[in-house]
């Protein structure tokens, strides 16, 4: 059976873009979830999961300086573009510190940079991570989230993984997408929205992936969301949703029930069900 991953992007934060993600996977009947957005994970917020697995993830390797063979003579010092005998944080990993200690006082070891969580929710397993704050190596980690996602639906014979990617166009993006023959792009009605919607186009246009759009709270400027639309037609693309700024969303998203039972109807009126349906194809 092959697996299909469909990933949910935006071209900026703050679009819905997890919102939807959540929206949509009650749909699914047997469904792994992945969170891409390492960097800031809220999506396992919606869903109350139970974590039943914890790993850690290691980034870069980081120097460390054995201050008892030290002789301090100063090489490593002279000789680091980027501050990090005084400042580790500052550390890329790129190891000269250690090729010119003429002691050895100086090794290159694993880091540390966040953890990695397979936990349990009422749709099925959920896999997320968190980057610490201030280490790199996010796109790393997304693809290791993809990975675990992967082993999971493989060994459970589930047929669709559905992961919220993080937004923008950076490494952990294109870590998200590569891959994926399908994703849904969300925007917004703003001028900052249309601009980056482009850039996200022209990224996901390259990976030959089949979009599909959602305009979030499309209502606040029907102007701009009429500009987004005009684009899209021009590129050859419709939009599946449009979403309203509506009270009943708001509600869902306090109750961590996306779509509760009283809103439902509301978001299948709107189009997720038939955004789903297509996903599903």
Do not use: W
Request: positive net charge.
């Amino acid at each position: 059976m092959e697996i299909k991953e469909i990933v949910v992007i935006s071209g900026k934060g703050g679009t819905g873009k997890t919102t939807v993600t959540s929206s949509l996977i009650p749909y699914f009947q047997n469904v792994v979830i992945g969170d891409c957005d390492v960097d800031a994970p809220n999506l396992q917020i919606l869903f109350n999961p139970r974590n039943t697995v914890k790993e850690d993830f290691f980034g870069m390797k980081k120097a460390l300086l054995n201050k008892e063979l030290c002789i301090q003579c100063g090489k490593c010092y002279e000789l680091c573009k980027f501050g990090a005998v005084e400042n580790i944080k500052k550390c890329e990993s790129c190891g000269l510190c250690e090729y010119v200690c003429p002691v050895g006082a100086i090794k290159m070891v694993d880091n540390k940079a966040g953890e990695i969580f397979e936990s349990d929710t009422k749709y099925g397993k959920i896999i997320h991570a968190c980057l610490f704050p201030g280490e790199e190596n996010s796109g790393k980690l997304v693809a290791e989230v993809r990975k675990k996602a992967k082993k999971t639906a493989k060994e459970k014979n589930i047929e669709y993984i559905i992961l919220d990617g993080a937004p923008g166009v950076a490494c952990n993006v294109i870590s998200s997408l590569t891959g994926v023959k399908k994703a849904v792009v969300v925007t917004e009605p703003t001028l900052s929205g249309l601009h980056d919607l482009e850039r996200v186009l022209n990224l996901i246009e390259r990976f030959r992936i089949k979009p599909y759009f959602v305009i979030n709270k499309f209502d606040l400027s029907k102007e701009i969301s009429d500009k987004i639309e005009e684009f899209l037609n021009e590129k050859g693309f419709e939009i599946s949703v449009k979403i309203p700024f509506d009270k009943k969303i708001v509600k869902s998203v306090i109750k961590k029930s996306i779509p509760s039972v009283e809103e439902k109807e509301f978001f299948e009126q709107i189009g997720f069900k038939k955004l789903a349906e297509e996903l599903m194809k």
